[in-house]
């Protein structure tokens, strides 16, 4: 992915599809239901559903991002996003790099397909608030810099040493606030290359310190690596967890049932047949049961599992529905576990 795709991608929002009531939907020809169910496929699909455990992560990256932004150059705070896989914690920062790229970039010019500003008199760049990357397993710290350099569109070649100071200048010169590294996990500190990453990330912080910008890393499970066990890395490091949500306590599942809800009302356009509490009253364990309280499994069935209601004519989610909607490997191993015990 390069500024121009990543552009793109955050413009792009699929409007809403239209709201039908219980009998336009039941009287749809044939023709009509296969567009309908496309538009309600691409627009589940594009939109982000927050939930209060996301929302809080969100929230908290915005508060770090502003401090470090208003705070004297130097080493910042560095964020961390984790929990385990199918968290929905790439989804969350993903929704959340879009929202902060839209803000910053509202009112600037462009001159073609990008934002620009003027660094100096007479002398335009693009502005990428965002710089995402996703972690090659066995990294290298060229091959990190490589990739910062593509994201931006800056020439790759040269030594290890002139690579990390063109995507310094880079990260400078397109007004870079933050710098997110997705899939932190594969970092394998046990060799070499992933102890010079490990290094290298602390360079790029104290960098982005400079210019008022923030790392933040994303991954699964961090507080397992060696990430919180290096001294100066975890004098910075702050963790953000995104987890599966218990429903052992009344505390729990009054949480689980405001996630639920939460889920519901987004959904709610595209169901004319749902009643309010159809998630969070009447498929509050049964969805438990299917996703173990995992939010991005959650969110996933609950669409499926609205385009297929569309798409029968049935209008609202049923349990016969939940349970033909497709699920992960882990969901249904889970689940056969629970029942097997």
């Known amino acids: 992915m390069d500024t121009i795709q990543f552009d793109q991608q955050v413009a792009v929002s699929p409007g809403q599809p239209p709201r039908l009531t219980r009998e336009e939907l039941a009287n749809l020809s044939d023709a009509d239901l296969f567009r309908h169910v496309d538009a309600v496929t691409a627009w589940l699909a594009g939109t982000f559903i927050d939930t209060p455990a996301t929302a809080a992560v969100q929230a908290s990256m915005d508060m770090t991002v502003r401090y470090n932004s208003a705070t004297l150059p130097g080493s910042k705070t560095i964020l961390a996003v984790t929990g385990a896989n199918g968290a929905g914690k790439s989804t969350a920062c993903h929704q959340w790099s879009a929202r902060f790229y839209r803000a910053q970039t509202a009112d600037l010019p462009r001159a073609g397909r990008l934002p620009q500003w003027n660094p100096h008199e007479g002398v335009r760049a693009d502005v990428a608030p965002v710089v995402w990357i996703n972690l090659q397993a066995n990294a290298k710290i060229a091959e990190l810099d490589a990739q910062i350099l593509q994201f931006l569109r800056v020439g790759v070649s040269g030594t290890i040493r002139d690579m990390t100071l063109r995507a310094v200048r880079a990260m400078a010169r397109h007004r870079v606030k933050a710098l997110l590294i997705d899939d932190v996990h594969l970092l394998n500190t046990r060799y070499r290359n992933g102890s010079d990453v490990l290094d290298h990330l602390k360079h790029l912080n104290t960098e982005l310190g400079?210019?008022?910008?923030?790392?933040?890393?994303?991954?699964?499970?961090?507080?397992?690596?060696?990430?919180?066990?290096?001294?100066?890395?975890?004098?910075?490091?702050?963790?953000?967890?995104?987890?599966?949500?218990?429903?052992?306590?009344?505390?729990?599942?009054?949480?689980?049932?405001?996630?639920?809800?939460?889920?519901?009302?987004?959904?709610?356009?595209?169901?004319?047949?749902?009643?309010?509490?159809?998630?969070?009253?009447?498929?509050a364990g049964l969805l438990h049961e299917l996703t173990g309280g995992y939010l991005g499994e959650l969110v996933t069935l609950v669409k499926h599992a609205a385009i297929q209601a569309t798409g029968?004519?049935?209008?609202?989610?049923?349990?016969?529905?939940?349970?033909?909607?497709?699920?992960?490997?882990?969901?249904?191993?889970?689940?056969?576990?629970?029942?097997?015990?």
């Open 210 to 283: 400079e210019i008022g910008g923030t790392l933040i890393l994303v991954g699964a499970n961090l507080e397992q690596t060696a990430l919180p066990g290096d001294p100066q890395i975890a004098t910075r490091l702050r963790l953000l967890r995104v987890q599966p949500q218990p429903v052992e306590t009344a505390a729990d599942r009054t949480a689980w049932a405001q996630t639920l809800t939460a889920v519901e009302q987004a959904i709610f356009p595209v169901l004319p047949a749902a009643v309010d509490g159809v998630l969070a009253e009447q498929h």
């Open 312 to 341: 029968t004519r049935v209008g609202t989610i049923t349990e016969q529905i939940l349970h033909e909607c497709p699920r992960s490997v882990r969901a249904v191993s889970n689940l056969f576990t629970r029942e097997t015990r």
